[in-house]
């Protein structure tokens, strides 16, 4: 392992000591991993990818403030502090840029391999069994209720609505998390997307009946 990799998982592991737990370092660890696990069957700059994995989360606009600037920032004056080139930190800032789902709708547009990987690797951790874990302790950390029947989910939500969104934790299933097995770049992550989507549908299917009282 390099020395530019080594460090930079020391930094984020201090930097997120006392995140919350679904945006904390094992996060960051699972999808660095899976993109790893995706870069091997794609032509890319393996660095890179990890880079740019392992800072994509280093402060999520979500616990900023909404300040969609400070995660790229915040990456770029590490990597500097490190002596990294400043045109591949332009690289890797330029894929956290565009790697949030925002709604389904990108501001900032990349079309590398670089960055297909690590928001596929991003993605698959937002969906499967872990997925579900994270979307729930997160409804809980913004103290959301879990399901409400009379809210219906808004599948036509602008950028602005889906960061202030509030809806119930079961809503974001259909808001966010069973679109993204459809938003995947990369063969790989198809893939391993279509288990990952089907353990949802699955669960969601014991969810209503066990809230409905028929199971």
Request: hydrophobic residues 40%; glycine residues 6%; charged residues 25%.
């Amino acid at each position: 392992m390099s020395d530019i990799i080594q460090n930079t998982i020391g930094f984020v592991q201090k930097t997120l000591a006392d995140a919350e737990g679904g945006h904390d370092w094992f996060h960051i660890e699972r999808v660095w991993k899976n993109a790893m696990l995706i870069a091997k069957e794609e032509e890319c700059d393996m660095e890179l990818v990890q880079l740019a994995a392992l800072l994509h989360d280093i402060a999520d606009s979500k616990f900023h403030a909404g300040d969609e600037e400070i995660g790229p920032k915040t990456a770029a004056n590490w990597l500097r502090s490190q002596n990294y080139p400043q045109d591949r930190i332009d690289r890797i800032t330029s894929i956290i840029r565009a790697i949030s789902f925002k709604g389904g709708a990108n501001v900032h547009e990349d079309h590398s391999i670089e960055f297909h990987i690590v928001q596929d690797a991003d993605r698959l951790d937002a969906i499967g069994a872990i997925g579900i874990a994270r979307t729930f302790n997160y409804g809980g950390f913004k103290n959301r209720a879990i399901y409400d029947p009379a809210i219906a989910p808004n599948l036509n939500m602008t950028k602005e609505e889906y960061k202030k969104s509030t809806a119930p934790t079961i809503n974001h299933f259909y808001e966010k998390l069973l679109l993204l097995k459809d938003l995947m770049n990369t063969e790989s992550g198809k893939r391993i997307a279509e288990q990952r989507h089907e353990f949802m549908e699955a669960y969601l299917d014991q969810f209503y009946g066990e809230w409905n009282g028929q199971r």
